[in-house]
């Protein structure tokens, strides 16, 4: 423990609780609307059939434009897909309808990265890690020990 807590004081703490947070987070299926069940959609996504569950989402969504996580989903599909303009859209429309969506601020995080805007990744980041249920808890434990 006292590793980890020296890890922590360092600075690498915030590195080791994210990669921790990034397992814990699955960025995939929070949905729970729309025509297939959130799980199949993310299967869909994780398969590679990448459209598909694009087109799904959208379907939700034309249902009910007021789904977070539907909007969180559809970023992180177009993301993979390469269409980042759409998926730095969705992501933000996420943590509009949802300002406590941790995974919206990872998808934003993850757009910016790509687009190389580091500020705007690290700001986003920082906001994940403060939402981020996990990490608290993590955060939390190293403190304590």
């Not at 690498?12 to 199949?40: D, F, H, N, R």
């Not at 799904?56 to 992180?76: K, Q, R, T, V």
């Not at 993850?110 to 955060?139: C, D, H, T």
């Amino acid at each position: 423990m006292r590793i980890l807590k020296s890890l922590y004081s360092a600075g690498t703490g915030v590195c080791i609780l994210l990669a921790a947070a990034l397992l814990l987070v699955a960025p995939y299926g929070c949905s729970k609307e729309g025509g297939k069940a959130p799980a199949q959609k993310a299967e869909e996504t994780l398969k590679g059939d990448i459209d598909n569950a694009i087109k799904e989402y959208e379907a939700a969504l034309l249902i009910d434009p007021s789904i977070a996580e539907a909007h969180n989903n559809l970023g992180f599909a177009y993301m993979d897909k390469g269409d980042l303009a759409k998926a730095l859209e969705n992501q933000k429309k996420a943590v509009e309808l949802k300002p406590a969506l941790a995974n919206g601020y990872y998808g934003l995080a993850m757009v910016y990265e790509r687009q190389g805007k580091k500020k705007e990744a690290i700001a986003n980041w920082k906001k994940f890690a403060s939402l981020s249920q996990p990490l608290r808890a993590l955060g939390q434990g190293f403190m304590s020990a």
